[in-house]
């Protein structure tokens, strides 16, 4: 697993040991050139002054082995060796005087040859001297980086644990959070690295909050109106047990039919609902002609409309493309005409109509039933809201389930008197 | 027994409108809040049962209204809402018990009798007057043992009467504890049952008040 302590560790680390790798390569360098001058100007000043001296004052050499890290030559004319503090050491007469390298069996020497006017004199140092003087400067320069290495690679250690411990606090946070408590982390105190993580992250927990807020809300609501028609089932089938002549018992058993068909109506309006909500419906929406759903949701309702002898019809069908779900608008509509047929009276008339209005489709649904009070039109879009119409059947979900849809298409209904005063009008705008 | 039922829904309202008969007590349905007062208003009812999720009036506020008013009445609750703080707030402000939904008609019953029965002022669930004793959730009677057959006209019409000894009921009042609304009244009904049940528990059983009504004495 990757972590960012450790990469920063290593990283850091690996550009400390660049950088002091450099300061001693670098250092080494500067302080060999720099010996190297003043070693070249000791050996230039020995030969001079050498050069200046009688032979005899010179000291005899004894030693075979080389043991200075010094030699003197002084050579005579025709290349004849006069004195030599190192016989050993073999350096051979230079055929320049100045400043030349050469190699002995003792390394290589640096050697400066002066001229005086019947003897050259040769004056030598090795040359791992100065090499050995600048790896002692290098030396010198870093070992104390080198100390402080380990320790700072602690500090870093220490100093992002410290950096990323209010990442440790979210994450036990996070983790004491449960569907039931979806309460924000907290968001005071933190890094401005983590904080919008965090904030994030409470963003998603409110969301979340809500949803299931409203899926708890919903089942509730569910749970509580299913009680309805579930006693009605219960004391039908009471009475059905009771039941002494076979008249009673079959009257018994289709009031219990109504009850069934009542409570399965139900559940089946509960689940049109909860596909609508928004974090359920997965379906895309793709160009739908709502002129085609309305004929397809009047010719599915007939039969209701023809057992209750209420003409429904299309009046007016202009072709509107819109994005939609061909099925939730088909639900939407069916939903709308079964309200106007079920609220008109016998020999009422129910018209679905598609027009065009300021670029948008206007989907309008018009009966001659009793239409909804002024005051009660914002609050029949509240699921299981029942007006004071007792004696139509009803879940109290259609217009729910109607408003649901219309949100999801960004639709806006509105809901007004129908003509001439009379019944109820419910259009639906959909921006094309 | 005469009950007035106040429920919106149709099925339900029905069901124990027609169950309760059953058991020979009159009931007379209303499906809103507003019309259940009006009722309140013109009868005189034995025992209200009483939904809570009502139009137009919902049933707390009627509750709260009739005991504001002093009605005594015993109510009975009945409702979909059965959070804590619903059967407490029901009970608080003055029904006399909470039934959630979904119950059955036999528990339903035997709620009524048991608050039918607290009323009186009775503990045991038989009513025992002299030799005669009625028990109103088997509906047996028996007269000195001897079990009796009654019909569900003469039981309640005896029931009324035994359920307040000593006290004269008209017969208007006896016909109300007979009859729901819409139900055909015929003019000497009461009389008729009055001398069935004479010939069954003895002519001296029920005695008549002369111009009053009729009345069972508190020792036979």
């Known amino acids: 697993m990757k972590s960012i302590r450790r990469e920063l560790l290593l990283w850091l680390l690996l550009g400390l040991v660049v950088t002091v790798a450099a300061a001693a390569i670098s250092t080494y360098y500067q302080a060999r050139r720099e010996a190297k001058e003043l070693f070249d100007y000791q050996l230039k000043q020995l030969a001079l002054s050498v050069s200046n001296e009688r032979l005899s004052v010179l000291p005899q050499s004894h030693a075979r082995e080389l043991e200075e890290d010094l030699a003197i030559q002084v050579w005579g004319q025709n290349q004849k060796l006069l004195y030599s503090s190192s016989p050993d050491l073999e350096i051979p007469r230079q055929p320049r005087p100045g400043y030349s390298n050469v190699a002995t069996r003792y390394g290589r020497w640096r050697v400066f040859g002066v001229l005086g006017h019947d003897k050259l004199v040769q004056v030598a140092q090795p040359l791992s001297g100065y090499e050995e003087l600048a790896a002692a400067m290098a030396f010198r320069v870093v070992s104390p980086l080198l100390v402080i290495l380990p320790l700072l690679g602690a500090l870093v250690w220490l100093t992002v644990r410290r950096g990323l411990r209010p990442l440790t606090s979210v994450t036990s946070a996070v983790r004491a959070r449960t569907p039931a408590a979806l309460q924000p982390l907290p968001e005071s105190d933190l890094p401005e690295e983590v904080q919008p993580l965090v904030h994030a992250l409470n963003d998603l927990l409110g969301r979340l909050g809500r949803a299931m807020a409203t899926q708890k809300g919903f089942i509730a609501d569910a749970a509580h109106e299913l009680r309805t028609p579930l006693t009605a089932v219960q004391l039908q089938l009471e009475l059905a047990r009771w039941a002494t002549t076979t008249a009673e018992r079959e009257a018994a058993f289709d009031d219990l039919q109504r009850g069934v068909s009542r409570a399965i109506h139900l559940v089946g309006q509960l689940l049109t609902l909860a596909r609508q909500e928004p974090e359920a419906s997965e379906r895309l929406l793709q160009p739908t002609d709502l002129s085609e759903i309305a004929r397809l949701a009047v010719a599915e309702q007939t039969p209701l409309a023809v057992a209750r002898q209420v003409d429904v019809g299309v009046s007016d069908a202009v072709q509107s493309v819109i994005q939609g779900d061909p099925e939730a608008l088909r639900v939407m509509l069916s939903n709308l005409v079964d309200n106007a047929i079920r609220y008109s009276p016998a020999g009422g008339r129910v018209d679905v109509a598609v027009t065009h209005r300021d670029h948008h489709a206007l989907l309008t649904v018009q009966d001659t039933g009793p239409g909804i009070p002024i005051a009660d039109r914002e609050r029949v879009f509240d699921r299981f809201f029942r007006g004071n119409e007792l004696d139509v059947p009803g879940s109290g979900l259609g217009l729910a389930i109607v408003k649901g849809i219309a949100d999801r298409h960004l639709a806006t209904i509105q809901l007004d008197s129908g003509a001439g005063g009379r019944g109820l009008s419910v259009s639906i705008s959909f921006p094309m | ?220």
Do not use: C
């Open chain 2, 1 to 220: 027994m005469r009950l007035l039922l106040v429920e919106d829904d149709a099925m339900i309202g029905q069901s124990v409108h027609k169950g309760l008969r059953r058991f020979g007590w009159s009931v007379d349905w209303v499906r809103d809040g507003r019309a259940a007062e009006l009722a309140l208003q013109n009868e005189a009812y034995d025992g209200v049962l009483l939904d809570l999720g009502l139009p137009r009036i919902d049933g707390l506020e009627v509750l709260r209204a009739q005991r504001r008013k002093g009605n005594d009445i015993p109510v009975l609750v009945i409702t979909a809402r059965d959070a804590i703080e619903d059967r407490v707030e029901g009970l608080d402000v003055g029904a006399d018990d909470y039934l959630v939904k979904p119950f059955n008609m036999e528990e339903l019953a035997a709620r009524i009798r048991a608050l039918m029965r607290r009323r009186a002022g009775r503990a045991s669930p038989v009513i025992a007057l002299g030799d005669l004793r009625l028990n109103p959730a088997t509906r047996e009677v028996t007269l000195a043992g001897k079990p009796l057959a009654l019909s569900a006209r003469e039981l309640a019409l005896l029931s009324a009467l035994v359920d307040r000894p000593g006290a004269v009921l008209s017969r208007s009042q006896l016909e109300e504890k007979l009859y729901g609304w819409g139900e055909e009244v015929e003019s000497n009904t009461v009389e008729v049952y009055i001398h069935m049940l004479r010939k069954k528990l003895g002519a001296d059983f029920i005695r008549t008040v002369r111009g009053v009504g009729y009345m069972v004495s508190k020792s036979v």
